[in-house]
């Protein structure tokens, strides 16, 4: 597999932990989001999955997805993802509304040699201006060092992508500079890049004792 040229920081951890990080990964089946209702995508989701990434507003700003854009494309999408899992180093969860209808995913990927990953996503436009994209974000983040046991998180947004690098700036993630990503159907962006390690996260967002 290619170099991503992502995490900047990368620091080796023994053999141990990297095979308590995959198994953690293999063993993920739900995620914790701001109305309790995510879960793993599987096959049968390639249809309503594909619905809620065709609206230009959700798949625009995200270099992952896949190109084209059709039904068969996210199906191949979804199990990629399926076999990551397998393997413990990837994830992807359908965030759900109250009648079943495809609001949001979560992508997770992960590098268990240096107990480090990597969050991507959206939310449904309507629901992007309601604080709930900052919640999921947190508990996300919260749950990759908890669960998962990873040590750094590393996140990229295109260089006009204002709404997620003000995301990222207000949960205390630090700018690294800026790298070349690469779609699957090879075409590139610039991206900046944003870290953030376990002891960062629980420093600011830990509340305090009483």
């Not at 609206?55 to 992952?64: E, F, G, L, Q």
């Not at 190109?67 to 990837?90: C, W, Y």
Request: glycine share 8%; with cysteine.
């Amino acid at each position: 597999m290619a170099d991503s040229g992502i995490p900047i920081t990368r620091h080796s951890v023994p053999d141990e932990r990297q095979q308590a990080i995959r198994q953690a990964v293999k063993a993920a089946s739900s995620l914790p989001t701001p109305d309790g209702n995510a879960r793993l995508a599987t096959a049968e989701d390639a249809e309503a999955f594909h619905a809620f990434l065709s609206d230009p507003k959700v798949h625009a700003p995200i270099y992952t997805l896949p190109r084209p854009l059709t039904t068969d494309s996210v199906l191949a999408f979804i199990k990629q993802h399926e076999m990551e899992q397998t393997d413990g180093n990837g994830l992807l969860f359908l965030n759900l509304d109250p009648a079943g209808h495809v609001v949001g995913y979560s992508d997770f990927c992960i590098w268990p040699q240096w107990a480090a990953g990597e969050l991507g996503g959206a939310v449904h436009p309507d629901l992007q201006s309601q604080g709930r994209g900052q919640m999921g974000a947190a508990m996300s983040f919260a749950w990759m060092f908890d669960t998962l046991g990873l040590d750094l998180i590393v996140e990229t947004a295109a260089l006009d992508n204002t709404r997620t690098a003000k995301l990222l700036d207000h949960l205390g993630f630090v700018r690294k500079g800026e790298i070349t990503s690469t779609r699957p159907d090879g075409t590139t962006r610039a991206s900046l890049v944003w870290e953030i390690t376990k002891e960062e996260w629980r420093e600011q967002h830990t509340p305090p004792s009483c």
